[in-house]
């Protein structure tokens, strides 16, 4: 269900978590830890999840910086906060799905965006890895998929780029 019909999209970091829980899940090879970590976070929330999937599944190519790729060990482990061979299998299951999906991480250098006036304030108010994915969308002229909407989507929107959040518009029951 690629509703809006992309084939690419700069991708945030907690979506691209949430595309490599959601893949592991989908491969359903055990009861593991992350697989019930997965079933209960979308516990009632199953059409959601479904169209999620899909939605995801239609994007043929992630964008996303190199910081934000970084970004993900850490969220992993504060998230689910697992170790040793599931943790593995995890992650060699996680680069074989980005492949599939052509990932495409690009360097935004610090040096060089902080150049920019109104980027001085972005990497002050919302930090340098959400800055670089709006410059990097605004340089690749594609949206931004997050599911910040406290403060990424704010900046962005007043950027003039296109978001999607996936919460706000893909059904729940």
């Not at 169209?51 to 239609?58: H, K, S, W």
């Not at 909407?149 to 296109?162: C, D, H, K, M, P």
């Amino acid at each position: 269900m690629n509703l809006f019909n992309l084939r690419k999209a700069v991708i945030d970091t907690s979506v691209l978590l949430d595309a490599l829980l959601i893949s592991y899940y989908n491969l359903k090879e055990g009861h593991d830890s992350i697989i019930q970590y997965v079933k209960q976070l979308y516990l009632g929330k199953e059409i959601f999840l479904k169209n999620y999937t899909e939605f995801l599944e239609g994007i043929e190519c992630f964008i996303t910086t190199s910081h934000a790729i970084g970004e993900l060990q850490g969220l992993f482990s504060t998230r689910i906060g697992i170790e040793g061979d599931l943790k593995r299998n995890f992650w060699e299951k996680s680069v074989s799905y980005l492949k599939t999906k052509k990932i495409n991480e690009l360097l935004i250098e610090l040096a060089l965006i902080s150049e920019n006036k109104t980027y001085i304030k972005f990497i002050f108010d919302i930090g340098y890895i959400d800055t670089g994915l709006i410059e990097l969308a605004k340089k690749e002229n594609l949206p931004i998929i997050t599911d910040d909407v406290r403060t990424l989507s704010n900046f962005a929107y007043g950027q003039a780029i296109e978001l999607f959040v996936p919460e706000q518009f893909l059904n729940y029951r």
